[in-house]
Each structure stands twice: as structure tokens, then as C-alpha cells.
């Protein structure tokens, strides 16, 4: 039993029916398998302190064909958090039933665009924006109907150059609808965007984010904006992650961090060794100090998690 892991990312399927332009699925392992219900009882009973899961990580979860029996296994034991990332596009009117009789507590739906055309060239020529509006306000009506307010149902774009134009939109599109929150995230570090260290677009986004903030308020929208990259900032604010989350990605592999999800930076594999025995190798250890001691480990390099300490003095992003 470990005692240090509170919350874990579970990978519940690497196999994906959109290829987003900028999403690792694409360069991730050509083997495509769904988590095995071993994993997900490894998952459920093996960490005393464990107190969320979050079902996502490079695929769909919702093509999982035992998605909601994997719901039922993981709250059976005890009562933990339970949220996931989907693109939307399988929220059928009987899966929009099934998960809001489910026990998840939140389910972040990635919108990333509002017009058809770079929804088309970016996310996935064979299916529609419009089909994904649908299906979201399909899922908020039924959620409605029950009068229950679980699960929070949210937006989440990744910002970028070209999506800048379209957030505006999404924050009405969240507004018309009584999203409960929509939240932007950056891009991970080996994408590279504008709007990751280097390169910067401050002044852009300075003023984009004051106009969006206004429209969020306006539309009583809870939003909320990601740390912007600070050009060769070498200072490292804390990151707690690594000591005490784990992603797992559908075949057991233990890894750093949601947004570190290349094989090569595994811990160990779940199924190999006890996470007990994965928790103390050296690798772990000494990637754990290194990030105690503000000292960041390769897998870390670029991350705006880390990168953003000078922000706040110009730029305040809680407002
Ligand atoms: C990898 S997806 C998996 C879940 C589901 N397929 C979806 O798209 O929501 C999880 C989240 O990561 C985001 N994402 C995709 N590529 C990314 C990248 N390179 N950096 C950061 N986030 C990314 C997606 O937009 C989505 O919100
Ligand atoms: S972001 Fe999600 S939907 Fe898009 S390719 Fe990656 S896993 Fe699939």
C-alpha cells in the first residue's frame, strides 16, 4: 500500500477517433489498447490516501467499451473524486444519461474552436463542430432534468495562436448555456507554440485576456486563464506532483506528469513491480529532490507549470 499518492491520471485508452493537429496521440505508440479492469482494481485499492481519479490522458476515454463499470469499480471501495476529459464527440443521449446517473464529479468537455472550418482543419475533418454543440447542450438539458449538480460539466481549450480569435465565442458559447466553468490550458512543452517559453505574446494576450475576462463576467462565466510563459526564466516556483500524483497510462506505465507522457520517462511499469518498489528506485527518488530542491528534472524542462514564477508582477492572472 503507498500512503503518498492522493490523485492519479488514468490513461483509460491510447486509441482516439479525432488526430488534433498538435496532440501527442499521434506519436504515441502505434499499439492502441484499452486499461485492463486489473489496472483499474490495482488503481482502486493500491493507495491508501488516494482521494482523486482522473480518467484521461493521449485518447478518448469515452470509446472505453466499459467505461461506466470502470466508474462503479473505482467508487466501490471508498469515496474518491472522480472527473475526465473528453472531446465530446460520443456524448450520445444515452451516454449523457449514463454519466449523470454515474458517480463522476466533473467532466471537462475540450472545445477548442468555435468555427467549423479550423474545428475541420485542426481537431477532425469527419465530424462537426455544430454535432459537438449539440451534444453538449444535450448533456447539460438531462443534467438539468435530474436537478442534480453533479457532475460540474466544463469547457477547456488549449490556448494558441489559432484559437486567439476564438476564445470570445466559446466564452458566449459557455455563457448561453450556464457552463459551470471554462478554463484555458497551455499547450505542453514539446509543442511548439507562441505561447510556450521563448516565445513570447505578451501584449496579445495581455489585452485578449482583460476583453475575455469582461465577456466571462458579463456572461457569468467562471473562467480562468493558464500561466503564461516567462522568456529563459530559470527560477522554479513549487510544483507538488511529483510527490503525491501519478499519470498511468493504459498499459500500467507510471509516469511523471500529464503533460510527460513519452514512454521513455516511465518509472516503472504497474504490472512489473510493486508501486511500492517503483515509488523508492533511484530514478523516482532523485527526480523527486531534484524538484524539492528547485533544481528541475529533465522530463520538467520547459514547463510553464514550473516557469512562471515572475508572472504575477506583470500579470495578474488570478484576476
Ligand atoms: C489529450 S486529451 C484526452 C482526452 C480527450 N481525447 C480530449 O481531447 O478531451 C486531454 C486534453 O489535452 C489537451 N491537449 C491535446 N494536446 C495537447 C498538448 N499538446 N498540450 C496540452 N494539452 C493538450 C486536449 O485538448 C484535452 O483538453
Ligand atoms: S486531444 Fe483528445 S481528441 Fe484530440 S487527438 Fe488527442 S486524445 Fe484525441
Redesign the pocket.
Known amino acids: 500500500m503507498c500512503n503518498q499518492i492522493n490523485s492519479i491520471q488514468l490513461e483509460l485508452t491510447n486509441k ?1 477517433n ?1 488526430s ?1 493537429k ?4 499521434n506519436a504515441t505508440s502505434s499499439f492502441k489498447e484499452f486499461a485492463s479492469h486489473k489496472l483499474v482494481e490495482i488503481v482502486s485499492t493500491g493507495f491508501n490516501n488516494l482521494k482523486h481519479v482522473h480518467l ?7 470509446l472505453h467499451p466499459e467505461l461506466f463499470e470502470i466508474i462503479s469499480c473505482l467508487s466501490k471501495h471508498r469515496k474518491l473524486f472522480l472527473s475526465i ?4 464527440s460520443l456524448l450520445s443521449e444515452s451516454i449523457c444519461e449514463k454519466i449523470v446517473e454515474s458517480d463522476l464529479g466533473m467532466i ?3 472545445l ?1 474552436y468555435s468555427s467549423e472550418v479550423t474545428f475541420n482543419q485542426n481537431i477532425s475533418k469527419n465530424y462537426s463542430l455544430n454535432k459537438i454543440h449539440s451534444n453538449i447542450a444535450t448533456l447539460l438539458e438531462i443534467r438539468a432534468k435530474t436537478q442534480k449538480r453533479k457532475p460540474k460539466i466544463n469547457l ?3 490556448l494558441s495562436t489559432v484559437n486567439l480569435n476564438e476564445i470570445a465565442n466559446i466564452i458566449f458559447f459557455a455563457g448561453k448555456h450556464k457552463i459551470d466553468n471554462y478554463y484555458l ?4 512543452p ?2 511548439n507554440e507562441v505561447y510556450t517559453p521563448g516565445n513570447i505574446a505578451y501584449p496579445e494576450l495581455q489585452s485578449k485576456s482583460i476583453e475575455w475576462r469582461q465577456i466571462a463576467k458579463e456572461n457569468n462565466i467562471n473562467f480562468s486563464l493558464p500561466p503564461f510563459p516567462v522568456a529563459d526564466c530559470d527560477e522554479i516556483i513549487n510544483c507538488n506532483w511529483l510527490n503525491n500524483s501519478i499519470f498511468i497510462n493504459c498499459r500500467g506505465d507510471v509516469l511523471p506528469c ?2 510527460r507522457t513519452d514512454d521513455v520517462y516511465a518509472f516503472g511499469n504497474i504490472f512489473e513491480k510493486s508501486f511500492a518498489e517503483i515509488w523508492s528506485s533511484n530514478y523516482y527518488v532523485q527526480s523527486r529532490k531534484s524538484l524539492n530542491e528547485n533544481r528541475s528534472p529533465p522530463f520538467c524542462k520547459n514547463c510553464l507549470q514550473l516557469h512562471n514564477r515572475l508572472l504575477p508582477k506583470m500579470f495578474d492572472r488570478n484576476k
Not at 498538435?22 to 496521440?25: A, G
Request: hydrophobic share 25%; with cysteine; glycine share 10%.
Open positions: 482516439c479525432f488534433c498538435k496532440c501527442s496521440h484521461s490522458g493521449i485518447g478518448e476515454p469515452l476529459t473528453t472531446n465530446g471537462d468537455i475540450s477548442d477547456v481549450s488549449v490550458i497551455n499547450y505542453n514539446q509543442v500529464c503533460l
